[in-house]
């Protein structure tokens, strides 16, 4: 699945939520989410955020690392 990272942090564009097609981008705190469970990577939304916040899980930036078990974790009840 692609993962939203850092950079999204109090900036939450939401460009992201108005180009997936199963609409499993979902808003936080201070940040939007990607469900992993339902994303089903077709990649429309990377392009669309400003501040390249978005990424496929396996390329997440150097240091970012957190934010795809983050991802997870929002949407596993525990
Ligand atoms: Fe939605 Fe596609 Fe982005 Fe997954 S890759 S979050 S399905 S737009
Ligand atoms: Fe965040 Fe970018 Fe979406 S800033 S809300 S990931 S368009």
Do not use: Q, W
């Not at 109090?10 to 989410?33: F, Q």
């Not at 970012?64 to 929002?74: L, N, P, Q, R």
């Amino acid at each position: 699945p692609f993962v939203i990272a850092d950079p999204c942090i109090d900036v939450t564009d939401k460009s992201c939520m108005e180009e997936c097609p199963v609409d499993c981008i979902y808003e936080g705190a201070r940040k939007l989410y990607i469900n992993p469970f339902e994303c089903i990577d077709c990649g429309a939304c990377e392009p669309a955020c400003p501040v390249e916040a978005i990424t496929e899980d396996r390329h997440v930036a150097e240091g970012s690392e957190a934010f795809v078990d983050d991802g997870a974790a929002f949407f596993t009840i525990v």
